[in-house]
């Protein structure tokens, strides 16, 4: 049955003015994207505990804490780098073969990679498992964000995107309190074994993927787009019909995701220190020490998310009213002085834990209107291919990011004092994106090309 045989059916509209099968459609992109970070990010979440077990070395130790920190960083810029493949490669395939086919294959592919990291027996075992599902996680993106753009009434796909990323502070929301109960409750005597089952939970969204496969069908644009027009090409994306929107993208997508991963990467660690500097002043040690641990990481991620939230929800009024080239400006702006603020000013470790909040709403924020900003800059033939190239292409720039905090806190006598330092300087990152302003084009009141 075609999409519009039941618009038919059903013509009495909902919130937002749309149907019941525009709202599936959402919320199928919506799981795949929320599943897809929270699989993304839960090595970040246990790295103080897997990393130390997979090099035999004492969990808590300086040497411990130090290869954790270079470890994260080479990992994840290794999963940047296939995120961005995974992107490329499946934005064209989802202009190929279809939007909800690709959402189905990389749900897939992703759930399956992170569960294998529960079985690594060492560090050079966990790297291929999470390529694997870095491929997965980079194509997700570009097939659901399509789908939603194509899918939705025109006057309404500004909120569905921001709607649509919600699904990201969620999916971290997840990752948190998986990771703090496994960890933190049901194997908070055995921290060596504990990260493995968080692993293992990343294979619940392969379920989810069945149920997307069996509801959501391909959009009638794509159907009619795949069958007049030519097969689209990497190439084409830089001809002189397309270079102009192709850069404006790839600026945008580069500085906001070396911001947020240089960020984010690090935010268990930044908050383990904290919890070992209050954990000192206070007179704390052995297992309540390690609780607080796991309490300031989850204070940490809650503010992180909660800004994330709310700063992507208020990328629909600030790109309604005042349009998308002023929405980046702020939001950039706003980034750049929140995380100079985090880590160079004098705080005490719990306003410290609390200062992620502005960090998420800027940083975590931006991020709300790639959902819909990309999508509008490419006609329908070439969305997939478009979107999912200059989203992903900038990870492999980005994942010099993570890799350069990582290796140069590393080595510092003392690794979290370092850490801070480093992440001080990436608040210089949104700054210069300012410059690149001129390169930006703007879509407000532009209407979805075929």
Same mark, same amino acid.
């Given at each position: 049955m075609q999409e519009a045989s039941i618009a038919e059916m059903t013509p009495r509209k909902t919130f937002l003015d749309m149907n #019941?099968?525009?709202?599936?459609?959402?919320?199928?992109?919506?799981? #795949?994207?929320g599943f897809d970070v929270f699989d993304g990010l839960l090595f970040n979440y246990v790295a103080p505990n897997c990393v130390p077990t997979l090099l035999g070395l004492q969990i808590g130790s300086n040497a411990a804490k130090a290869a954790t920190l270079a470890w994260t960083g080479v990992l994840t810029s290794l999963l940047l780098v296939g995120w961005a493949v995974g992107g490329i490669l499946f934005g064209r395939v989802a202009d190929r073969i279809g939007r909800t086919r690709t959402l189905l294959l990389t749900m897939g592919l992703y759930a399956l990679g992170t569960a294998l990291c529960a079985a690594a027996p060492n560090i050079w075992w966990l790297i291929p498992c999470r390529i694997i599902a870095s491929l997965g996680i980079g194509g997700e993106w570009a097939a659901g964000a399509a789908m939603v753009a194509e899918v939705v009434p025109e006057k309404r796909r500004i909120e569905a995107g921001a709607l649509l990323y919600t699904s990201a502070p969620l999916g971290l929301f997840l990752a948190t309190y998986v990771t703090f109960y496994l960890q933190g409750v049901v194997f908070?005597? =055995?921290?060596?074994?504990a990260w493995r089952y968080v692993f293992l939970?990343?294979?619940?969204?392969?379920?989810?993927a069945l149920i997307v496969r069996s509801a959501v069908r391909e959009p009638e644009r794509w159907k009619d787009a795949?069958?007049?027009?030519?097969?689209?090409?990497?190439?084409?994306l830089f001809s002189p019909e397309y270079r102009s929107i192709t850069i404006s993208g790839l600026c945008m997508a580069l500085v906001a995701l070396i911001t947020w991963w240089s960020c984010n990467a690090f935010l268990p660690i930044i908050a383990t220190g904290l919890a070992q500097v209050q954990a000192k002043a206070q007179g704390i040690a052995g297992l309540a020490a390690q609780q607080l641990g796991e309490e300031f990481k989850k204070i940490a991620t809650n503010s992180f998310n909660l800004g994330g939230l709310l700063g992507t929800l208020l990328t629909v009024p600030a790109s309604k009213v005042f349009g998308r080239k002023p929405m980046f400006i702020l939001?950039?702006?706003?980034? #750049?002085?929140?995380?100079l603020a985090t880590f160079g000013l004098d705080l005490d470790p719990t306003t410290r834990l609390y200062m992620w909040f502005l960090i998420g709403l800027s940083v975590f924020g931006v991020f709300g209107a790639f959902t819909y900003y990309?999508?509008?800059?490419?006609?329908?033939?070439?969305?997939?291919?478009?979107? #999912?190239?200059?989203y992903n292409s900038g990870r492999i720039v980005a994942a010099i990011g993570p890799? %350069? %905090?990582?290796?140069?806190a590393s080595r510092g006598a =003392?690794?979290?004092?370092?850490?801070?330092?480093?992440?001080?300087?990436v608040g210089v990152v949104p700054l210069l994106g300012l410059f690149l302003m001129p390169w930006v084009i703007e879509t407000k009141g532009r209407a979805l090309a075929d």
């Open positions: #019941g099968y525009q709202w599936t459609v959402l919320f199928a992109a919506w799981i #795949g994207w908070k005597t =055995d921290p060596g074994v939970s990343g294979l619940v969204p392969a379920a989810f795949a069958e007049k027009a030519p097969r689209p090409t990497i190439a084409e939001y950039f702006l706003v980034s #750049g002085l929140s995380i990309l999508p509008e800059l490419f006609p329908t033939r070439l969305r997939g291919t478009g979107a #999912g190239f200059t890799f %350069v %905090v990582g290796s140069i =003392d690794a979290f004092k370092s850490s801070l330092a480093v992440l001080f300087w």
